[in-house]
């Protein structure tokens, strides 16, 4: 489910139109804001004074609204409900203290984590703290979904925006629509999006469908929904960026009539004017400095339907944390993205290597590799023993790989001049008695991560990726009339339901 991103598609227009100041006062009175308390940190500034801001965007499932029921169903018995319902999608927007990258993490609504003590000012509900789903901690206020944010990422988090089914439908509306792309055709029976193969432009209740899909695309859970909901996301900085929407006076004041009359936000932001300068950072990112990303998650032990965090998130926590980017170099005021090295050009995530221990001390392949998995490497990175002692260290690679041995030397600290081509395939790290400990090679300068060190298995993107399209799912992720099939069969079947574009 998923109304998001409300504040970048409203606050890009206006902070880069410079136009409406004479309606700002009468723009406030549309915006509901909510306390979120001091429990989500404190941002330190940078050497220069300058600060990053973190903003926790929420996207509640709460039928709290006539036209949130008709959107969203499920009120034929409850009615229209109380409350703030659960947090269907949180992201973290995190925007650079030099504003010149911005990254926006998802966090799946199906990750356990632990829940602090609670008490919602609002209503009164108080919670002493439970281990549970993360979307929960929002019945018990937007202070409790930020604090638990927070504990789990260690990341601050300045700021709250809220938006709701009928926030999305009216965004959409006023931005003209948003033009994705669908690998296949696709009916997801559940969210009712039904689109052919290709592009098309979404608006209204279509936007909804597709943000909402879960069993449309990827594996059909809400870890494949939140990279189609970075490709819409992307897609929205695109267009309301673009010169047509900017210029637009009347275009403008729609968006914005329609953002703040759809958003829910923090007393921090509880005005246009503070909106305003928080959108004047914000759109000083360009869309190539705008990372998208997935935190990473392993099933849960415990309950196979749920997800706990993976080891490499705190990697990604740590940079947005630290206001490091995610894109390979800074490129602020180049005009250009940085040239990325030859290293850095191929995903750790992709590269297997076989380590071997050519020493005569235990563990140390098994060291090395197991290194060389936390920071990302695939699966297929493994330790054995080497046929024969070895007295230097070596990295053999074959056919086609060296850009694959370049990546893995800079993970490591190991030079160039220990990199040999072979004709064996694969990758071969032989582990020689000139490296007797630890996990860098000794004598090395210290490297730094690998670019995608932090966002590996985090299906990293950035905003300017035009060309990609959402991959519906190839399994049976749906059912029609009872029989469970794939989302493009489910769409050759049900030629009486027209299309969600129609």
Request: proline content about 5%; aromatic content about 4%.
């Amino acid at each position: 489910m998923a109304r998001l991103l409300g504040l970048v598609l409203a606050l890009a227009v206006l902070g880069a139109s410079g136009a409406g100041w004479w309606f700002y006062q009468r723009l406030d009175d549309n915006i509901r804001s909510v306390s979120i308390g001091d429990r989500g940190g404190a941002e330190q500034p940078d050497a220069f004074g300058r600060t990053p801001v973190n903003i926790l965007v929420i996207g509640s499932d709460g039928r709290t609204s006539a036209a949130d029921c008709r959107l969203g169903g499920g009120c034929a018995h409850t009615g229209v409900q109380s409350g703030g319902g659960n947090a269907d999608v949180e992201l973290v927007v995190h925007i650079a203290a030099d504003r010149s990258n911005a990254t926006v993490m998802s966090i799946p609504r199906d990750t356990v984590t632990e829940i602090p003590a609670c008490r919602n000012s609002a209503t009164g509900a108080s919670e002493s703290g439970y281990r549970g789903q993360i979307n929960s901690a929002l019945q018990y206020g937007p202070g409790c979904q930020v604090a638990t944010v927070h504990r789990l990422t260690g990341i601050p988090v300045d700021h709250y925006v809220q938006l709701d089914f009928s926030g999305v439908v009216k965004m959409s509306d006023a931005v003209g629509g948003v033009s994705v792309c669908v690998s296949d055709d696709v009916y997801d029976t559940y969210s009712h999006l039904k689109l052919s193969k290709g592009t098309h432009t979404l608006k209204g209740v279509a936007a909804l469908e597709f943000l909402r899909s879960r069993h449309g695309f990827g594996d059909g859970s809400d870890l494949g929904r939140t990279v189609t909901q970075h490709l819409f996301l992307g897609a929205v900085l695109r267009k309301v960026k673009s010169a047509g929407t900017l210029t637009d006076p009347a275009a403008v004041y729609r968006l914005a009539d329609a953002a703040t009359k759809a958003l829910t936000v923090d007393d921090g932001l509880g005005s246009v004017r503070r909106l305003v300068g928080l959108a004047a950072d914000l759109n000083k990112v360009p869309t190539r400095r705008v990372t998208f990303v997935t935190m990473q998650t392993d099933p849960d032990p415990e309950d196979t339907d749920r997800v706990v965090v993976a080891p490499q998130a705190r990697a990604l926590f740590a940079d947005i944390a630290g206001d490091r980017s995610l894109t390979a170099g800074s490129g602020a005021g180049t005009g250009k993205p940085a040239a990325p090295s030859a290293a850095a050009s191929v995903p750790v995530s992709r590269i297997a290597v076989r380590v071997e221990n050519g020493t005569a001390i235990t563990g140390r392949a098994a060291a090395v590799a197991g290194a060389l998995t936390a920071k990302g490497f695939g699966s297929g990175t493994v330790a054995g023993n080497a046929p024969r002692p070895a007295d230097t260290t070596s990295l053999t690679y074959g056919s086609g790989l060296r850009q694959e041995a370049l990546r893995t030397a800079a993970a490591l600290g190991l030079p160039a001049s220990r990199l040999t081509p072979s004709g064996v395939n694969g990758l071969t790290l032989v582990i020689g008695a000139d490296w007797p400990s630890g996990t860098t090679y000794p004598g090395a300068a210290p490297s730094p991560a690998p670019a995608d060190g932090a966002a590996a298995r985090a299906h990293a993107a950035t905003a300017d990726q035009s060309d990609k399209c959402a991959q519906v799912s190839r399994y049976r992720t749906v059912s029609l009339d009872g029989i469970a099939m794939t989302p493009s069969q489910a769409y050759a079947r049900a030629k009486d339901v027209p299309d969600s574009d129609a």
